[in-house]
């Protein structure tokens, strides 16, 4: 038997968390459309802009994919579209797209620019076999 969840939805302020229309037209052109199936029946396709605001909101708060709101699709769901659009390099395409938008724009000083993920150990803080302070 299934247990009832006891979570309530929280109340809906339309457009506050969803992309803005101007942002979704220009990257929707990367999100693959879903695949046919083979035999009829089933549940439907999932909404990709839907899909694509959970991930954004996921990504954006830091919760955990379980603890995705329900005006969203489960969390389940969309962390499977968001393996799946990553491996395919979706959001490389639109972090692309959006550095060169934002370069028309702006404009990048590409000749200061520098990326460095190396990590750093704290330095030691004494000796191991040192006194302990009271």
């Known amino acids: 038997m299934r247990r009832k969840e006891n979570r309530r939805p929280l109340p809906r302020r339309p457009g506050w968390r969803d992309l803005r229309d101007e942002f979704w037209e220009e990257v929707k052109g990367y999100i693959p459309k879903p695949k046919r199936r083979k035999k009829p029946g089933g549940r439907p396709a999932a ?5 694509l605001n959970g991930i954004f909101y996921v990504l954006r708060t830091g919760c955990q994919w379980k603890m ?20 395919q390099g979706v959001f490389r395409k639109m972090w692309v797209h959006c550095l060169r938008e934002y370069d028309d724009l702006k404009g990048i000083a590409w000749r200061w620019q520098i990326l460095d993920s190396h990590t750093v150990s704290a330095p030691v803080k004494g000796e191991k076999n040192r006194e302990k302070p009271d």
């Not at 909404?47 to 899909?51: G, N, S």
């Not at 995705?68 to 969390?75: I, K, M, S």
């Open 47 to 51: 909404d990709p802009r839907k899909l």
């Open 68 to 87: 995705l709101p329900r005006e969203y699709y489960a969390g389940s769901t969309t962390h499977r579209y968001f393996q799946s659009w990553a491996a």
